[in-house]
């Protein structure tokens, strides 16, 4: 056997292992691209990443997830907030899974950078009680959001009537609680009233209670203040009654009998 037999021989597989690498690169992140017990497989179809992290057992979401990320699923952990622009950075970003979790309420910031890519957003079987009323303003995306114990307000009002698609999401809302005592426990689309004027209305009526307890005080001091001091003035003209008379002095009677 030559050299270049020998050469050839060894060339080619490593050729091959060159080759395998560079497939593996393209087809798995890197360790320090795809947070610790998540699963990353590029999509071909969607060009990124398909992140994993189902059970879990995470407690917030991941700071470090692949930037091409297109579908992220967060299901069934333990994460019990959602941090403003907490997905910041994942552009391509077009189907989150964030069902089965702890979180309770959304801030305005929630899910912002989504904006623009995001299709859909999964929050089902939280314990989402509130959320604020510019969370979903700006998402195209289809929101699921039933079973959760919504507080039915204003804000959520607002919040769901800023969503691409309000109606489908409104069906599946049940209020837990409600601003109107006689929705609770009743679907979201029973509530035929405007919770915001109703908000309004219960603040200017606090209002006008206060202004007239404050009134009511007042004129309760008037009163007091006017009767203690006609009972003041009682008391001191019977004083002046009670006091004896000054008699008259000789000189002055001996006057008044001349004059007679």
């Not at 967060?74 to 994460?79: A, M, P």
């Amino acid at each position: 056997m030559t050299l270049l037999d020998l050469w050839l021989s060894h060339s080619i597989p490593m050729c091959l292992l060159l080759q395998s690498l560079v497939l593996m690169a393209l087809c798995f992140p890197s360790a320090s691209m795809c947070p610790k017990g998540c699963i990353c497989q590029r999509d071909s179809h969607l060009h990124g990443f398909n992140v994993t992290c189902s059970q879990s057992r995470l407690k917030e979401i991941p700071p470090s997830l692949p930037a091409d990320t297109v579908l992220l699923r967060l299901d069934h952990n333990q994460i019990g907030a959602v941090p403003d622009q907490a997905f910041h950075g994942l552009r391509l970003l077009r189907e989150l899974n964030l069902s089965y979790n702890a979180v309770e309420t959304l801030g305005e910031g929630a899910f912002s950078g989504l904006e623009g890519t995001l299709q859909v957003l999964d929050l089902s079987h939280n314990r989402i009680t509130s959320v604020h009323k510019e969370a979903f303003a700006r998402l195209k995306a289809r929101v699921i959001v039933d079973d959760n114990p919504w507080h039915c307000d204003c804000a959520l009002q607002q919040a769901i009537g800023g969503m691409a698609h309000n109606h489908e999401a409104a069906a599946r809302v049940l209020c837990r609680s409600s601003e109107l005592h006689d929705q609770e426990g009743r679907p979201y689309l029973a509530v035929d009233t405007d919770l915001c004027n109703l908000a309004k209305r219960t603040t200017d009526y606090a209002m006008l209670v206060t202004m007239f307890g404050w009134f009511a005080m007042v004129i309760s001091y008037v009163v007091y203040y006017v009767r203690q001091n006609q009972e003041d003035a009682r008391r001191h003209l019977e004083y002046l009654k009670s006091l004896p008379s000054k008699p008259k002095k000789p000189d002055e009677a001996d006057d008044i009998s001349t004059v007679v």
